[in-house]
């Protein structure tokens, strides 16, 4: 327990620290919590309902503009949060898991930037693209930074020191933030909305998003579940993995696959929510330990929990008007970042 | 280089010399005259520059409270916002250098028209000093925040104004177009202009219906957002003064910018009978269109009356202006009249 | 990770002498700024200009002296400052990829600039510099305190140092959505411009370079031995964690100064030091001096370019060292695990 939260010595992510019971404890709970953030999230908005109302209206009873404003209107965006909350929580154990790492998290190492660059560009400069179309090239942005980053700062190389990372994923983060900056400053007549995103929320979530990114949360979160048992092999170190016959390279492929197609895809709907990725991880691990196959499920339910808050939360800031949801977790995050860096005690 | 020196040193240096060259040349040089006496418009007396119409050299308080002295008839003006140009250009003045945003299809056609050649500025957040210093110009307006970090370096090449643009009302704005026919010199040409252009909205109101109060919203769309401005930005005040209603009429409501994201519910909540929309980039669609397909949009009272217009992007939300006003409100009178 | 050694060049190459390396870029900067000068948005002839510059009352005396020369000066005292500033965080931290922006100095420095423009609009601009300095300062402070236990590990520091950016990150977005008055502005602040800048800003951030830089070099002894690792360099009788603070609080001053007048510029105080590095070696006497002239190339380089490469548009120098800075660092990246 000591240090579970710094994945970097081996004897931390032993798969043997499974804890069953806390997992069925967490899983209870977290459903749980996700209910009620949910149904709160469903339950506020500029038209006031009552709670019987919104549970009618789910259900199709009721006021035919009620039913429709639940079912239309909240019901997609509190289901993209769960969604979007579940891809980033989920990218972020894998990329943990990849790079025995705790500071890996896609908006850490630049996969978010990456996406959000190119979805940017494609929003200034082409002006008309989006649906799948845009997801498919948040992926190439996604890709190319969790490539770049990943593959330079040494993964697969033996392991890589988490300052390094961090520092290298920093660095791209703002070399990519910057053609970003630069982009909005340049196409100013543009930007009106993009800003907005830009932070990241789900503010204005429609049944079509959810359409779009369902299947590669689906491809993702199979992907990563598939993938649970080869990251549990990886932690004990490349070496044992290969000694017991894993494949190191393909599975560090697969898993980059499965991060960009998880946080890509997210960050082309929604914007690169911050540090869901990181705290969310984390946190699962410190309660049930380091068995992927139980990590990464329910860091999937912790995450689609903690975004629903957060939406809930960033409706209060300046009701009946959108604030971006984004907000709310980078103001949580960030200071758990700051938990986590000073937690390390390693001397790289 | 403290802040106070930086602040107080030209007015000084220009209410001195202001104070000089009163003295070195009286009454030479008065271009315009008698009859252009500040009592001429008793219904913009408010704006303290009109005491300074006629004069050969007018001491005039720009938004920021700074003090400049503009001598003679500027010739050479540089407008960095698209709504002095096209307050400048009713004078029968061509600006010689425009901000905007290095594309010449901004400069919406009814300005456009009145304007020759002009070089462009770059954007209108960050003009190029270099060329405007090139442009030798006699006046540079510039806007009043967007244009801050720049102004000590204008008002080394010219006499600079720093007017509301990007943050202003209608009514401010005619304000400004005042103030600017005081710093051409122009004031009795900026009086007819407003006449023509009190007669000009009288004309577009008298299409409109009498009783006409029906609440509005105006708003920019993208793919992503839908972002509603307060009654406090330009557009809206200019639709009020066709006797329609903004309906959201607090703007304690909005943070201090001028717009606010509304989701759909939102919208339909505010319910209002008209609504005004932009696409961001006058893109083909944007989220707003898909909305108006939704079956709650269609039970809102703008669906019911067909109240959603589609506008340009530039005329109703970059240009602002006196010509400005007069197109927003001709083509919402269009939108709902048919007139 | 030693990192820092120095680097020697390919066996064929005559390794150039220091003050032959300082004679030429010196001689590449002087050359670079007489051109740069006539480098605008407008019809600028290189003699005029010259001639403005050095006091000649001609037509082109308003631009060169309100816009050209401030800019040109600022390029060379920000390069200056971020090289010398990167060079010394470098050899602190004793991480190449550390810089003034990883551990919190930029950053900060843009929760101060993002206050005033957006929450006070109309501040005067010359406050604008102040709050970006007490706000570089201050994350740097956080920095270290939250780094701090029984010392400031480097490690520690640079992790710290980016989670701190972080925080900062998050309150700058925080307020560009709570007040979102002139985005725009904010936006250059972040992305780093001299747009703007006249001689009162080259004013505001020459003394601190005039004083810092040599103070720093005054340290270079000590930060070799900083570099040997904290439990050789205590038991050569070097009071580490006091060093340590020193000279990081003298290079994020000087890092702060000059962001706080040229705005979150980023990838200098990272890749000049690297340059240095690869020409002289990686004695901190040597290759500082090198360092901030090869940081002053740098600016030259890019606000160069950011006029003149699509004029009227005054494209951001901060991107423009992003553009050159950011392959580089990936290529040098890339070395470093090799």
Known sequence: MASSGSAATTSDVLPARARYPAGVLVALAGTGLLLVAAFWDLAIGARPLSASQVVGGLFGHGNVLDVEIVRSIRLPRVLMAAVIGLDLAMSGVIMQGLTANPLAAPDIVGVSAGAALVVVAAATVFAQIHGTALVLLGFAGAGIAAFGVLGLAGVGQGRTSPVRMALAGVTVTAMLLAFTQALLLLHQNGTAGIFFWLVGGVNFAQWSDLLVILPWTAIGAAGAMLLAVALNILALGDDVARGVGLNVDRTRLLGVLCVVCLAGAAVAVSGPVAFIGLIVPHTTRRLVGNNHLLVIPLAGLLGATLLTFADVGARFVQFPFETPSGIVTALLGAPFFLYLARRHRASA | ?339 | ?338
């Open chain 3, 1 to 338: 990770m030693a990192v820092l050694a120095a680097r020697p060049l390919r066996p064929w190459v005559v390794a150039p002498t220091l003050p032959v390396l300082l004679a030429v870029l010196g001689g590449a900067a002087v050359v670079l700024s007489i051109f740069s000068l006539a480098i605008s948005g407008a019809h600028l002839p290189l003699w005029p200009a010259l001639q403005a510059a050095v006091g000649a009352d001609n037509r082109y005396g308003p631009v060169i002296r309100n816009s050209q020369l401030p800019r040109v000066l600022l390029c060379w005292v920000v390069g200056c400052s971020l090289g010398v500033a990167g060079g010394v965080t470098q050899g602190v931290i004793r991480n190449p990829l550390a810089s003034p922006d990883v551990i919190g100095v930029s950053k900060g420095a843009g929760v101060g600039a993002a206050l005033l423009l957006l929450v006070l609009p109309t501040a005067p601009v010359i406050a604008i510099p102040i709050a970006a300095f007490s706000g570089g300062l201050l994350a740097f402070v956080a920095v270290y305190l939250f780094a701090y236990r029984q010392g400031a590990s480097p490690v520690r520091l640079a992790l710290t140092g980016i989670a701190v950016g972080a925080i900062c990150d998050s309150i700058v977005r925080f307020l560009l959505v709570k007040w979102p008055i002139d985005i725009n502005a904010a936006l250059i602040w972040l992305v780093g411009s001299l747009y703007g800048r006249t001689q009162v800003d080259v004013l505001e951030v020459l003394p601190w370079m005039l004083v810092l830089t040599p103070a720093l070099l005054f340290f270079a002894h000590r930060l070799d031995v900083l570099g040997l690792g904290d439990d050789l360099a205590i038991g050569l009788g070097e009071p580490v964690e006091r060093t340590r603070l020193v000279t990081l609080l003298l290079a994020v001053s000087l890092a702060s100064a000059a962001v706080a007048v040229a705005g979150a510029i980023g990838f200098v105080g990272l890749v000049a030091p690297h340059i240095a590095r690869r020409l002289v070696g990686g004695q901190h006497l040597r290759y500082l001096p090198l360092s901030a002239l090869v940081g002053v190339l740098l600016m030259l380089i890019a606000d160069s370019l950011g006029r003149g490469i699509h004029p009227p548009l005054d494209v951001p120098a901060g991107l423009i060292t992003a553009l050159i800075g950011g392959p580089f660092f990936l290529y040098l990246l890339a070395r470093i695990v090799r």
């Open chain 2, 1 to 339: 280089m403290s802040s106070l020196q930086r602040v107080c040193v030209p007015r000084l240096a220009a209410a001195a010399a202001s104070v000089l060259l009163a003295a070195a040349c009286g009454g030479i040089g008065q271009t315009v005259s008698p009859s252009s006496a500040p009592g001429a418009a008793p219904a913009y007396s408010t704006n303290p520059n009109v005491s300074q119409c006629g004069k050969a050299d007018r001491i005039i308080t720009d938004a920021n409270n700074f003090v400049t002295t503009i001598r003679g008839v500027p010739q050479r003006i540089v407008t960095v916002e698209l709504s002095f140009a096209d307050d400048v250009s009713l004078l029968s003045v061509s600006p010689v250098g425009i901000g905007d945003d290095n594309d010449p299809n901004l400069v919406i056609p009814q300005i456009r028209s009145r304007i020759g050649p002009y070089t462009s500025l770059g954007t209108r957040e960050s003009p190029n000093f270099a060329v405007i210093a090139g442009l030798k110009p006699d006046l540079i307006i510039a806007d009043q925040i967007g244009n801050r970090k720049i102004i000590d370096q204008l008002r080394t090449v010219a006499p600079t104004l720093t007017l509301q643009s990007q943050h202003t009302t209608y009514s401010q704005n005619i304000d400004t177009a005042l103030t600017i026919g005081v710093a051409l010199n122009q004031c009795v040409r900026m009086q007819k202009v407003l006449a023509d252009h009190d007669a000009t909205m009288a004309t577009i109101k008298a299409k409109v219906p009498a009783g006409e109060h029906r609440s509005f919203v105006f708003a920019l769309s993208s793919d992503k957002t839908f972002t509603v401005f307060n009654s406090q930005q330009y557009t809206g005040t200019v639709l009020e003064q066709l006797g329609l209603k903004a309906v959201a009429t607090d703007p304690s409501l909005f943070p201090a910018g001028d717009a606010s994201g509304v989701t759909l519910e939102t919208l339909v909540q505010l319910d209002p009978d008209l609504i005004f929309y932009a696409n961001v980039l006058d893109t083909p669609t944007g989220l707003f269109d898909t909305w108006q397909r939704t079956q709650l949009f269609e039970a809102s009272k703008a669906a019911k009356t067909h109240g959603a217009h589609r506008e340009g992007q530039k005329p109703w939300s970059l240009t602002r202006g006196i010509t400005g006003s007069e197109v927003i409100a001709a083509q919402a009178v269009h939108d709902l009249y048919g007139k």
